[in-house]
């Protein structure tokens, strides 16, 4: 029993950080309607930067303090989403979905030997940048990495959806979110607003790097992080940023659930699937997710 | 060549002619193209004044909506673009302004359609037109306003607008252009799809806003009626140009404006196919 709730706090934990990655395609996609195929890459690149400005500053013999790095970090993927935006995904605007699906996946494949390029195929050790160790709780251990990442996630989701439906510039992309030309007749340049809704999941991306990797290994596999992450999207609804979160919370404790009673039979393979499965299954019944939006339809 | 210099010299006369003091908008034999080779308004005039109410009439696919997509900006989206003329504002060429721009200088269009953003809440809706104001007591203080003129609106906030009725929303939209402190508020259609009382309503409705805010209205109506009865001026497009214009009392009285748009002619006294006057302009506008 207590294995078994440590299961489900440790899935649900892990799910709710899945959940972030799956707010920044929903970030994107709100502001494009394009599902960035890359988006992985694209946090592998981010904690790519944070190695460069940590790590990889040390081994040339610059020191430069947390924080810093971190500033600095946040600055360079601002500039790698802007520039994804900007020489991609701009340039092929009003163009079929079919062209910017396999723009997608060249950007993809770009990426990926662009990565490997400049920082090599070995493995390294991402930087430490949440507290390692876990925290006793009664007879559960409770990892402090994923705590603080599943607690930063619910709070930025929360902060984002209120930035959605309040703020100024919040509303404006939720007017892009819901259709170009009525956006552009209320004086919203809706260019700016799909180069923030970029900027923005770029940013999400790497924080989400950060918080998974805080520790672990960093290397260009990692990028499948996306292709898990988008089952959650789909799941929650391509729109809504609460969705993505109660997805990533549902799928999280699904997969604990899967890796603890059907992994032994069908030799690890059943969590590893059961996203997909899931996210075919959302296709099926219910292509729009749990709250996405659905097509008003008027008689 | 000779052809287009006599038109842009008659252009500049027309405009020579209209032009007061109180001019607001002026379109000057504006050109419209689509996708490079569509040209949809052949050397457009049309004249807004402070303060008046102005109605653009014509049949389907005359260039109602090109003309006012024209002025706010929007025929990029359509592939279009003005290729010839000058579209001014207050004094300012706005001819290739972009959309943000047009909407801060005071000019709002309703699209027709009734393109509310289906998924926000009515409050949502109504805030994203005030969305490049920064004054927020200004904002509270106009949204008082809409409900002043909505009555409706203040028990709908919460709801979701792509599940109102037809009339709430247009209620919704021309609150929605309110909130950006229009000085021209431009309508397209916007009593598509009313029942003949609501259309009514919303008509009175526009027009004791355009009387209590001091605005400029430029309508574009199928309902020629109701829309001739409240406006202060009206122009008849066919084809892309402008064929007639006039104030009220010119529109009404005119006998082509009777037959093909107000049906009240002397229909009774005919007796035979002869008697029914084919649909022809009465005379061609400079051609």
Not at chain 1, 37 to 45: D, F
Not at chain 1, 61 to 72: C, E, F, S, T, Y
Not at chain 2, 82 to 96: K, L, N
Request: proline residues 3%.
């Amino acid at each position: 029993m207590i294995n078994l709730l440590q299961a489900l706090i440790d899935g649900a934990l892990v799910g709710l950080v899945y959940g972030l990655v799956a707010i920044s395609f929903v970030v994107i996609y709100r502001g494009s309607k394009i599902i960035n195929l890359a988006q992985g890459e694209v946090l592998v690149i981010g904690a790519f930067l944070l190695w460069t400005f940590t790590e990889g500053a040390r081994n040339v013999g610059i020191d430069i303090p947390l924080p810093i790095a971190l500033v600095l970090t946040l600055i360079a993927c601002v500039i790698f989403g802007a520039v994804i935006e900007r020489t991609v995904f701009r340039p092929l605007i009003g163009q079929s979905a079919f062209t910017i699906f396999m723009a997608g996946i060249a950007l993809l494949i770009l990426l990926r030997g662009l990565a490997q390029l400049i920082w090599g195929a070995q493995t390294r050790s991402a930087p430490a940048i949440l507290p390692e160790g876990a925290i006793d709780l009664g007879p559960f251990l409770i990892n402090t990495g994923l705590l603080i990442g599943a607690i930063f996630t619910i709070v930025l989701a929360q902060a984002l959806h209120l930035f959605f439906t309040r703020a100024r510039l919040g509303l404006r992309l939720a007017a892009v979110a819901e259709n170009h030309t009525t956006a552009l007749s209320l004086g919203i340049s809706v260019r700016q607003a799909i180069a923030v809704s970029w900027i923005t999941a770029t940013v999400l991306a790497a924080t989400a790097a950060v918080v998974l990797l805080s520790g672990s290994i960093l290397s260009l596999e990692v990028a499948v992080i996306g292709f898990k992450a988008l089952p959650i999207a789909l799941l929650g609804g391509l729109e809504s940023i609460r969705g993505a979160l109660l997805a990533g919370l549902i799928i999280g404790i699904a997969e604990a659930l899967a890796s603890m009673y059907l992994d032994p039979i069908t030799s690890g393979a059943a969590s590893g699937l059961l996203p997909y499965v899931v996210m075919i299954g959302v296709l099926f019944i219910r292509p729009y997710g749990l709250f996405g939006w659905r097509r008003i339809e008027r008689l | 060549m000779v052809r287009s210099f006599r038109c842009r010299a008659i252009g500049s006369l027309f405009l020579f002619w209209i032009n007061g003091d109180l001019t607001m908008l002026t379109l000057a034999n504006i050109d419209v193209v689509y996708d490079g080779v569509i040209q949809v308004l052949r050397s457009t005039n049309i004249e807004v004044r402070q303060g008046q109410m102005v109605v653009l009439l014509g049949a389907n696919g005359a260039g109602k909506t090109t003309t006012l997509k024209a002025i706010s900006a929007l025929l990029h989206a359509d592939q279009g673009a003005v290729t010839a003329g000058r579209i001014t504002f207050e004094d300012r060429d706005i001819t290739h302004a972009d959309p943000t721009t047009i909407v801060k200088s005071g000019i709002v269009q309703v699209l027709e359609g009734r393109k509310v953003l289906e998924h926000l809440s009515v409050l949502q809706n109504l805030m994203v037109g005030a969305h490049l104001r920064k004054d927020r007591a200004g904002v509270r203080e106009d949204l008082e306003k809409v409900y002043h003129y909505f009555p409706a609106l203040p028990n709908l906030l919460h709801r979701t607008a792509g599940y109102l009725s037809g009339g709430e929303m247009q209620m919704v939209l021309i609150g929605r252009a309110l909130m950006a402190q229009p000085k021209l508020l431009i309508l397209d259609e916007p009593s598509m799809g009313l029942a003949p009382n609501l259309s009514q309503q919303l008509f009175r409705t526009i027009e004791q806003i355009k009387r209590e805010e001091g605005l400029t209205v430029l309508l574009v109506e199928q309902n020629a009626r109701s829309a001739i009865a409240q406006c202060d001026y009206g122009y008849i497009m066919e084809g892309g140009r402008i064929v007639l214009h006039g104030s009220r009392n010119e529109l009404t009285s005119n006998q082509d404006v009777q037959e093909f748009y107000l049906g009240t002619s002397n229909a009774a006294d005919r007796t035979s196919y002869r008697d029914v006057k084919h649909y022809r302009r009465r005379k061609r506008w400079l051609g």
